[in-house]
């Protein structure tokens, strides 16, 4: 659970544009905020979807749908 708290860390990789999060950096609080919501985080989705800020199961499920028939 150490890996959850290094911000400092986990900052390095996050692609989470919405810079201003509390919890961005801190990956288990920003997993459960998310799934409280019934949501998924932003490092979950293609960095253009990502920029929506829509994090809803729905949109998660479409946006990859789409991407994985483009790929065929």
Do not use: Q
Not at 40 to 63: H, N, Q
């Amino acid at each position: 659970m150490a890996e959850c708290v290094n911000k400092e860390k986990n900052l390095k990789n996050c692609s989470c544009t919405y810079l201003s999060c509390s919890k961005r950096g801190v990956c288990c609080e920003c997993i459960s905020s998310h799934w409280r919501n019934r949501e998924l985080p932003g490092c979950l989705f293609p960095s253009e979807a990502e920029k929506t800020y829509d994090r809803s199961l729905e949109y998660f499920i479409k946006v990859w749908s789409e991407k994985l028939k483009e790929e065929k």
